[in-house]
């Protein structure tokens, strides 16, 4: 095994995840205790949770950066936490509903809105963290920049309203999915745990075909997110495959296609 990963097997990974067992690294505990004495730590989680963390890490030595690195000039930095986050994960973890305002591209405050927040993301391309919440009103499911909340309370909800509300939900992301299966080309196998760390924050399953030892990752994503997934594709580059999913198929084929006419190769494709 290679001393600088933690684990290449896919599937003792897997079933590492299914018992409920999580590994890292000394480093990765170090670094985690240092970010623990950051001053955000205390509003980014909760006491009990926090307690538990600098418990489990006691033993373990933070991560000494002033050995290792010195801070130059740099750009401004956007800080990862969102003071609305303790406040939205709240009404997300206890099924409250929400009113709020945004800020509209004039800069004036929108009307209040309700709704009922599903999920927070975080967009690791633009480094925001993003609310999907589900408006009552045009019964819908919507996504908004957290730093475009002016305002945000709580709202009681009632157990059949909520109920309902999360059906709609689920039809409606159901309706959005797409599907697409990318294969590994056998002789970068040994790069596997690279590949599926690409699509970590997707859902998918991962098949193995020992008589051709090809692993094929079928892939569930948003249809928002295919340019995302592209992203990752071109990334990997012959490592992977598209063999299913028919706009995924073309976007790579056009882009191989246009990558060759800036060479020279092949005249370029019509818009």
Same mark, same amino acid.
């Given at each position: 095994m290679n001393p600088f990963e933690k684990i290449f097997n896919y599937r003792v990974l897997s079933r590492l995840g299914e018992s409920g067992a999580f590994l890292s690294t000394a480093h990765e505990r170090a670094w985690l205790k240092l970010m623990l004495d950051h001053p955000s730590s205390a509003t980014a989680f909760s006491g009990p949770t926090l307690e538990k963390l600098r418990t489990l890490l006691y033993q373990d030595e933070a991560l000494p950066l002033h050995d290792h690195l010195i801070h130059k000039a740099a750009s401004r930095e956007r800080q990862v936490f969102h003071p609305l986050l303790k406040t939205l994960r709240h009404c997300i973890q206890h099924k409250h509903g929400v009113r709020l305002t945004f800020i509209l591209k004039d800069g004036m405050i929108s009307p209040k809105q309700s709704g009922l927040p599903y999920r927070l993301?975080?967009?690791?391309?633009? %480094?925001?963290?993003?609310?999907?919440?589900?408006?009552? *009103?045009?019964?819908?499911? +919507?996504?908004?920049? +957290?730093? *475009?909340?002016?305002?945000?309370?709580?709202?009681?909800?009632? /157990? /059949?309203?909520?109920?309902? $509300? #999360?059906?709609?939900?689920?039809? #409606? +992301?159901?309706? %959005?999915?797409? %599907?697409?299966?990318?294969?590994?080309?056998?002789?970068?196998?040994?790069?596997?745990?690279?590949? =599926?760390? $690409?699509?970590?924050?997707?859902? *998918?399953?991962?098949?193995?075909?020992? #008589?051709?030892?090809?692993?094929?990752? $079928? =892939?569930?994503? +948003?249809?928002?997110?295919? /340019?995302?997934?592209?992203?990752? #594709?071109r990334f990997l580059g012959k490592r992977v495959r598209v063999t299913e999913g028919a706009v995924l198929k073309k976007r790579m084929r056009d882009s191989a296609m246009k990558a060759l006419a800036q060479y020279g190769a092949l005249e370029p494709p019509a818009e």
């Open positions: 993301e975080y967009s690791m391309v633009k %480094r925001e963290w993003y609310l999907l919440w589900y408006n009552w *009103k045009r019964r819908d499911l +919507l996504s908004v920049r +957290l730093s *475009k909340i002016a305002s945000v309370s709580e709202v009681p909800v009632q /157990e /059949e309203a909520y109920a309902s $509300a #999360l059906a709609d939900i689920r039809g #409606l +992301l159901e309706s %959005r999915k797409q %599907r697409a299966v990318i294969e590994v080309q056998p002789e970068y196998n040994r790069e596997l745990s690279r590949i =599926l760390y $690409a699509f970590s924050c997707f859902e *998918k399953e991962v098949h193995y075909d020992e #008589l051709s030892g090809i692993y094929s990752v $079928a =892939l569930t994503y +948003l249809g928002n997110e295919g /340019e995302y997934v592209l992203s990752k #594709l």
